[in-house]
């Protein structure tokens, strides 16, 4: 199994920035799709970006496209969130997530998660 820890997240005013890390135990990172997933009160889970093996390939969901970056570091495991010009609707708890393989959005398609990390947007 992969073990997945989240760091980074905290208070922010709208239009700041953040930058969320994901570091990921195991020699096989770079076997997995990866992914950040956000949760808000009362809301289902909703995708936000992945990347894949390689880091070469990225996708977003409309409401982040343009603001946040996702990125990977195979040699250290880890994989970031940058997130720019924040707005409230932001505000979440933040997952990062891994799959064995494939290209998805789709949350159930992600075999590891980890305990997320609260991400708070002040207007």
């Known amino acids: 199994q992969v073990q997945l820890v989240e760091s980074g997240g905290g208070l922010v005013q709208a239009g700041g920035s953040l930058r969320l890390s994901c570091a990921a135990s195991g020699r096989t990172f770079s076997r997995y799709v990866m992914g950040w997933f956000r949760q808000a009160p009362g809301k289902e889970r909703e995708f936000v970006a992945r990347?894949?093996?390689?880091?070469?390939?990225?996708y977003y969901a409309d409401s982040v496209k343009g603001r946040f970056t996702i990125s990977r570091d195979n040699a250290k495991n880890t994989v970031y969130l940058q997130m720019n010009s924040l707005k409230p609707e932001d505000m979440a708890v933040y997952y990062c997530a891994a799959s064995p393989g494939g290209g998805s959005s789709y949350y159930q398609d992600y075999n590891y998660w980890g305990q997320g990390t609260q991400v708070t947007v002040s207007s």
């Open positions: 990347i894949s093996l390689s880091g070469k390939i990225t």
